[in-house]
């Protein structure tokens, strides 16, 4: 028996997961508003704007986290390029950016300043309609996607995987990036894009603009998880899973792995898009570096750290990883790479699930105590078992695994 | 008693014959700068000795007028200009100043004066410093100088420079052989000296034109060789730096699975131990300096293996199984090697300089010079690529290593302690690692991030020439070394690097084993 859309959608977030989500979001979406705009500056309880675009940043991290944990955890492929996707969306929404400076730039021109600079006359071919920000926003989810769809059809289709998979992301990053760092190439050379003015003609840098733009950071964010919720748990969630653990059984069965990876790293992709766009006008610069390897897997440490395989998990991490950054490279910058490389070598070896896999180990801990357990609740084996094992279905009505869905 | 009258006669003769012409002497004094160049002009077609004498002390600024004497100091005395003679020191005295256009014509005058030097290896100098600035003025001089030559080496070169001068003649038949015997030449100069003759605007002479165009080609030729062999060179020298880099890799890869991040790192360290050793040779052995190079190399693998070996033992060990997770633990552990070496020698890139016998170069073309240090460095990847072929297939070692590549459990069962030769396989290829970043010390800036521009590079090589394949490394980085520097003269070193990852992205996917791939049952696993 089938059931209605809103049935099967409702079913995505347990009912305490639609309650945090919606205490979530009215806190972005009128918490912060409220305590940054209309409590004074000098009181205890003001929403500084260091904070809220902290607040904008690490959201915008936490959704290029779930996109990962989609590719990562869900269907095991590591990929060490997704910061070129990031950069992609950002550049697209920073080209209509550039453009909204109009002449307010330091050359008084038309043109960015930075074509100015290399004196150039018109705008290349590839900033046309850049005016526009439907033809941005558009530019924002096709241009990542287009570029993950062409990479990841050839990668695929010759069955590409495993460390082999993550290398050449690897090297199609490195390469945007040179290729980005180019002067010639058009988007800023070495600076990238930076000194924005104006987003649909409102100031970029206005307390109201900021709140919008957090606000809709926080909607995306939810919108990514419940979607990427509603994905990992549906049917094709679990082709996904299956493919992930044992991609030749999956395909004797019958399936064909190439669409199922296809069509979750393209989706990616686009996601990372959509964070970079959403990144751009609140940090107010994008640049080259962004594509440099270390970003690329600074994304996957975010997600190891929460937990891979659990979307919640990659959040906690993208946002742990990152207040800790902030917090470091404040106070002790010289520690901070001391703090990250241990960081990595800690979670890879002592947390394979992460801090949601640690929280999971103390609720059971807390669970059996009464039976007397000793500490660790589970032997070391069983924490190194595939992550499948851990996402727990939730009560989807079953659907048969044919390709053919009963009526 | 005739012979005492001759030689009376000689000696009254020779100092009039060694006089210069006071006239042409005194418009040195002029204030106009072109009779100054005409009187040089005319100084230097002299045989006279006492005319090189005052060219030089022309060009450094020892020439003074006083009334009606014009003099130059010679070691402190005062020498008559005209006679060659000391003179008591005049009262009064004007220096006699030159301006760069006529410093330019004296130099060539100099160099002029020098090419009848009796020593071939001056006449020689005098000719190549005579090649950037010859003028049609020196064609008289150049004729004698031409016809008096005996010297094999210095013969050909002279005959160039006569050529050269003659492109401006009037007389297109003498363009004409000028044109023709300057097809001999290859270097760059000739060719930018004759574009012009293939340009009617400038040249009016058919014949002269199509005869510029023939020798333009045969220069071409001769310089594309040139060019082509230094990128080959280059392409060499990139490539056993990246063969240094990955033949480590190589080895831990194939032995263990591992995607080591950290290798770069590894590199690191090795520059590191070189710009050490430097420092305590300055410090203590200051007389030794050019030496320290060689007592690096072993300080070099060894830091190198021990910072491998303890990562082995430490974190990597821990993680078999698990290659996604191990790359990242690695990946953190090079962000600790980073800032670790930040914090010892400073986030600036460190000095080392070149040992005094690696500067300098083989000159086998006018447009290619071997530099030595990458000659050494070739000469080292290929000794350190002997080695580990040796330690591969000849030892007791390589054995165990080649054996727990193939089948892990299999060597297990009969007897390698797979353990251990993990630790020592990734001692070795750290080790490795080491050497590559002491050769890289060498070429390149010694820094805390040297390590991450080669990280990409050497996966590539180890990636593109198989896993485990010592073979397939070395044909991926010298083929990816003499591909990237062709690609760069063609495009552009950045572009250059795309195409090329490009490539090797798309070579990947056609064959995803490498070049070299494992054949048989456990190809797959």
């Not at chain 1, 000194?195 to 840098?205: A, E, H, M, N």
């Not at chain 1, 190891?304 to 395989?309: T, Y």
């Not at chain 2, 009039?16 to 418009?27: G, I, Q, R, T, Y």
């Not at chain 2, 006492?50 to 030089?56: P, Q, T």
């Amino acid at each position: 028996m089938r059931t209605s859309f809103t049935e099967r959608a409702l079913v995505t977030l347990s009912p305490g997961g639609w309650r945090a989500l919606a205490a979530f979001l009215a806190v972005m979406l009128m918490g912060v508003p409220l305590l940054h705009l209309a409590v004074p500056a000098g009181s205890p309880l003001h929403v500084s704007d260091y904070v809220v675009t902290l607040t904008g940043k690490v959201l915008c991290y936490a959704l290029v986290a779930v996109a990962m944990d989609l590719v990562w955890g869900y269907a095991g492929i590591l990929s060490l390029g997704h910061g070129l996707f990031f950069a992609l969306g950002g550049y697209a929404f920073g080209m209509y950016l550039m453009r909204q400076i109009g002449t307010d730039g330091s050359y008084h021109s038309t043109l960015p300043d930075f074509m100015v600079f290399l004196d150039w006359k018109t705008l290349p071919w590839y900033w046309q309609g850049s005016d526009h920000f439907w033809w941005a926003a558009f530019l924002v989810l096709a241009v990542p996607a287009l570029v993950a769809f062409v990479f990841g059809y050839f990668a695929f289709q010759s069955r590409i995987k495993g460390v082999y998979f993550s290398i050449i992301t690897q090297a199609l990053t490195y390469a945007a990036m040179l290729l980005f760092f180019r002067n010639e190439t058009g988007f800023g050379g070495n600076n990238g894009f930076t000194d924005f003015k104006r987003i649909l003609g409102y100031s970029v840098t206005a307390p109201e603009t900021r709140v919008v733009l957090l606000g809709v950071t926080s909607l995306a964010l939810a919108g990514t998880l419940v979607l990427a919720r509603w994905l990992v748990t549906s049917r094709f969630g679990r082709v996904l899973a299956a493919v992930r653990d044992a991609e030749s059984r999956a395909m004797f069965i019958g399936y064909n792995p190439l669409w199922y990876k296809l069509f979750i790293w393209t989706l990616s992709a686009a996601l990372c898009g959509i964070a970079g766009a959403l990144y751009v006008p609140q940090v107010g610069i994008i640049n080259p570096s962004e594509m440099s390897a270390a970003a690329s897997i600074e994304i996957a440490v975010w997600v190891a750290v929460g937990g891979r395989g659990s979307l919640i998990g990659a959040i906690v991490g993208a946002i742990a990883v990152n207040l800790a950054k902030s917090w470091f490279t404040v106070s002790f910058p010289q520690y901070w790479l001391f703090f990250l490389g241990f960081l990595f070598i800690a979670v890879t070896l002592f947390l394979p699930e992460g801090l949601v896999g640690l929280w999971r180990r103390v609720q059971a801990h807390w669970a059996k105590r009464g039976e007397a357990m000793e500490w660790p609740p589970a032997p070391l084996e069983e924490t190194a078992k595939p992550v499948a094992s851990t996402v727990v279905p939730p009560p989807v009505p079953v659907v048969p695994l044919t390709e053919e869905r009963p009526a | 008693m005739k012979k005492l009258l001759f030689a009376l006669l000689l000696a009254c003769a020779l100092p009039a014959w060694s006089a210069l012409d006071p006239a042409v002497v005194h418009k040195l004094a002029d204030d106009d700068s072109d009779q100054k160049i005409a009187a040089i002009q005319q100084l230097a077609q002299s045989v006279d000795p006492v005319a090189e004498r005052l060219l030089k002390a022309l060009s450094e600024d020892g020439v003074y007028v006083s009334g009606d004497t014009v003099f130059f100091s010679e070691g402190d005395k005062p020498v008559d200009a005209v006679t060659g003679k000391v003179i008591a020191t005049p009262a009064s005295n004007d220096s006699i100043s030159i301006n760069n256009r006529v410093r330019g014509v004296l130099d060539g005058a100099l160099a002029g004066v020098k090419l009848f030097d009796p020593d071939a290896a001056v006449r020689l100098a005098a000719a190549r410093a005579l090649q950037e600035k010859v003028t049609p003025e020196l064609i008289p001089l150049l004729t004698r100088a031409a016809k008096a030559e005996t010297d094999a080496k210095v013969a050909p070169v002279i005959v160039q420079l006569l050529a050269q001068a003659n492109l401006k003649n009037p007389d297109p038949v003498a363009r004409l052989v000028a044109v023709q015997a300057l097809a001999e030449s290859a270097s760059p100069n000739t060719r930018s000296l004759l574009l012009p003759l293939t340009d009617p605007a400038t040249e009016k002479d058919d014949k002269v034109r199509a005869a510029a165009q023939t020798s333009l080609r045969a220069i071409d030729g001769k310089l594309a060789w040139g060019e082509n062999l230094g990128r080959v060179f280059t392409g060499l020298s990139l490539g056993s730096i990246l063969l240094l880099a990955s033949l480590g890799l190589a080895i831990t890869y194939g032995v263990m699975g591992v995607i080591n991040m950290a290798h770069g790192e590894l590199l690191m360290v090795g520059a590191y131990s070189a710009y050490a050793v430097q420092s305590l040779f300055r410090h203590y052995l200051p007389g030794a300096i050019d030496w320290y190079l060689p007592a690096a190399v072993p300080v070099a693998f060894f830091s190198a293996a021990i910072v491998g070996m303890v990562m082995e033992r430490t974190v990597i060990r821990w993680l078999y199984g698990r290659p996604l997770e191990t790359l990242l633990a690695t990946w953190g552990i090079s962000l600790i090697l980073i800032q670790g070496a930040r914090t010892l020698f400073g986030a600036q890139n460190v000095e080392v300089a070149n040992p005094s016998w690696m500067s300098g170069g083989i000159a086998l073309l006018p447009n290619l010079v071997l530099p030595w240090n990458r000659i050494v460095i070739i000469g080292f990847a290929l000794s350190v690529l002997l080695l580990v072929w040796g330690l591969m297939n000849k030892t007791r070692l390589g054995l165990f290593v080649r054996a727990v590549t193939q089948n892990r459990p299999m060597a297990g069962c009969v007897g390698v302690p797979t353990q251990r030769i993990d630790t020592l396989a990734f001692g070795l290829g750290a080790g490795i690692a080491g050497l590559g970043g002491l050769a890289l010390s060498q070429i390149a800036n010694v820094g805390p991030e040297m390590g991450q521009g080669y990280i990409v590079d050497s996966f590539l090589v180890v990636v593109l020439g198989g896993v485990g394949q010592l073979a397939g490394a070395v044909y991926a980085a010298l083929g990816l070394g003499i591909v990237a520097k062709f690609l760069e003269g063609w495009a552009g070193a950045v572009i250059a690097k795309i195409i090329v990852l490009a490539i090797v992205i798309v070579f990947i996917q056609r064959r995803p084993q490498g070049l070299f791939a494992l054949k048989g049952r456990f190809a797959d696993s």
